[in-house]
């Protein structure tokens, strides 16, 4: 396991000998790419970091030796493009293995890469263009995205435009050898956009110790060891790639396991890439494993299975619990932000809690403040997630947003980084999600948490999808509302209704019952499958028979 080279000891014994020693050990002008990569192809040549399959049959093994030549090959092409240290560079690459490729050699070269995901349009590239000062960009032809790219571009000239096909080629033709370029761990390595829930997205810049603050990630959450064969789902342009199939796994001493699927994948096409491939660890947010438990598991070899991770949303308690039923496994729960890597997570040494994001990841100070920015330190008390800064910035907390420092100024603050996220700390350490600030309901003096009414009715057979929002209320300020989608064969009834209020109320605290039930064919999500409540709330805040719970004709229940 290389990531040994980065910690101070090989061998935990308890959570607290984790906490205090497990911190990573920062060389001076670390790059991923020469002091992990390199090094790994000259000791391993052949242990393979990357199995890319499609859905079209196609397969390629891509060994260590594999990787580092191919991205000295392809770090010598980008620099002949004209493409310098610093350069910013759109890529939509899907999941293709030449990405994998590219981020090596642009790490090399200090080219900075910028991972976006396929589904963009046109003004969104073109957002990005603009605010991220693009010197080109770097795609796989999809049928779509490319002709988007071109309106984006219009008649600018001075972008770039790689087709993928010239990254494969340039990979098998160009000099195999690449001078070093020189770097500082300080300098901007990569940069994400966040997927812009309730704002305009952001850019999320990293430096170049990032990728070993992922050596929590992969060796002490998902737990990897040599042989193991890794699956996180996520597509290339968000940074939950980073987190599952790319910089902790390797460092771990697992190969990664990519799926590269060209239509809507379904949950046999997962389970059956499972079992295919051997995969003994998966990753995936919620929705992926409910499907996987809506579909018919015993028709699939999951013996190899042995670890599983969710993250991208928090856990309701009803999946955990089937999930463990069906095959045995405790999916461990983990959270952090495109901004972070692993901030609390279900470690080998606790008992996981279904629902609870578990602890604080070493290296991180965390804290809970309240709304005046005073430290919680009593239980089961609301705050928000803080890190404290106090010792310095942990390794993985991002530099701050490129090129905008009032967006960075606005999180950090007062000695923390403010994260946004609401959560509380039981009497054992364990942290609950609540919500985002922005989402949290405030009705007749209580405060909601749109999760929790969530996981209740998520519970209910009836339900498939849910978002739980506030709608204005004039006596209570708002209102609790979930807009659900129905499982096959419910009908949207008035019975029903109450039947879903009546289960939410036997099973929590009265005023958390949503008193308007608003049944959708599906929820609007983002690109990258978050639930846009935001969109939700102001949708409702157009609706005059829903601002005015009294005036209300969907589903409203009865008065308490």
């Known amino acids: 396991m290389f990531a040994k080279r980065f910690l101070n000891q090989e061998n935990f014994n308890s959570y607290d000998d984790y906490i205090k020693n497990a911190t990573p050990i920062v060389p001076d002008n670390f790059n991923f790419a020469y002091d992990v990569i390199d090094e790994i192809a000259r000791e391993t040549p052949d242990k393979v970091a990357v199995l890319w399959v499609n859905d079209s049959g196609e397969r390629k093994e891509i060994t260590f030796k594999m990787l580092a030549e191919m991205s000295n090959a392809v770090a010598n092409y980008l620099t002949e493009r004209g493409l310098e240290r610093g350069d910013t560079v759109l890529l939509f690459m899907r999941r293709r293995w030449e990405y994998w490729v590219l981020m090596m050699a642009m790490h090399r070269a200090g080219i900075i890469p910028i991972p976006s995901t396929n589904q963009l349009k046109a003004e969104d590239i073109r957002f990005r263009i603009k605010t991220a000062n693009v010197r080109a960009i770097i795609a796989f032809d999809d049928g779509v995205v490319v002709d988007e790219i071109k309106t984006a571009i219009g008649d600018d000239e ?4 790689i087709d993928s096909t010239e990254i494969a080629n340039a990979s098998e033709t160009y000099p195999t050898t690449f001078e070093r370029v020189p770097n500082n761990n ?12 309730t704002d305009m997205p952001k850019m999320v810049a990293h430096n170049f110790a990032y990728p070993l603050g992922h050596i929590n990630t992969a060796v002490f959450w998902q737990q990897l060891s040599d042989g193991d064969i890794h699956f996180t789902l996520s597509e290339s342009g968000w940074a939950k790639c980073s987190w599952g199939k790319m910089y902790g796994q390797w460092l771990a001493g697992a190969t990664v396991f990519v799926f590269d699927f060209s239509r809507v994948f379904t949950a046999h096409d997962l389970l059956r890439a499972i079992s ?19 579909a018919d598991m015993d028709k699939y070899d999951l013996s190899s299975l042995k670890k599983a991770e969710i993250a991208g949303e928090a856990l309701n308690p009803d999946v955990y619990e089937r999930f463990l039923a069906r095959t045995g496994i405790k999916l461990r729960e983990g959270f952090g932000q495109t ?33 005046r920015g005073h430290e919680i330190k009593e239980f089961d008390t609301v705050g928000e997630i803080c890190i404290s800064l ?13 090129k905008n420092e009032k ?13 946004g996220d609401i959560a509380y700390r039981d009497a054992d350490g364990y942290y609950w999600f609540v919500g985002r600030n922005d989402d949290l309901i405030k009705t007749s003096g209580y405060r909601v948490s749109p999760f929790e009414v969530e996981s209740v009715l998520l ?33 949207q009834t008035d019975v029903l209704v109450r039947i879903l209020q009546d289960h939410v109320k036997t099973n929590t605290a009265h005023y958390k019952c949503p008193r308007v039930i608003e049944f959708v064919d599906s929820l609007p999500m983002t690109i990258s499958g978050k639930i846009r409540r935001a969109l939700i709330r102001t949708l409702d805040s157009a609706k005059e028979s829903i601002v005015d719970p009294i005036k209300n004709t969907i589903g409203l229940g009865k008065e308490e």
């Open 390 to 402: 106090k010792n310095g910035r942990p390794i993985g907390l991002f530099q701050g947003y490129h």
């Open 186 to 197: 300080d300098d901007t390595m990569v940069v994400y956009f966040t997927s812009g829930t």
């Open 339 to 371: 901004e972070t890597c692993l901030l609390l997570f279900n470690n080998q040494w606790i008992e996981p809690r279904p629902g609870s994001m578990g602890m604080g990841a070493a290296g991180w100070e965390i804290v809970l403040l309240d709304e």
């Open 407 to 419: 967006q960075t100024a606005s999180v950090y603050r007062d000695g923390f980084y403010h994260t």
């Open 459 to 491: 519970e209910h057979p009836a339900v498939r999808e849910v978002a739980v929002t506030g709608i204005p209320d004039s006596a209570r300020g708002q209102a609790v509302k979930a807009t659900i989608v129905l499982n096959k064969y419910f009908q």
């Open 158 to 161: 001075n972008i770039l435009l």
């Open 276 to 294: 295919e491939n051997r995969i003994s660890s998966f990753c995936a947010p919620p929705t992926a494993y409910k499907m996987i438990l809506h």
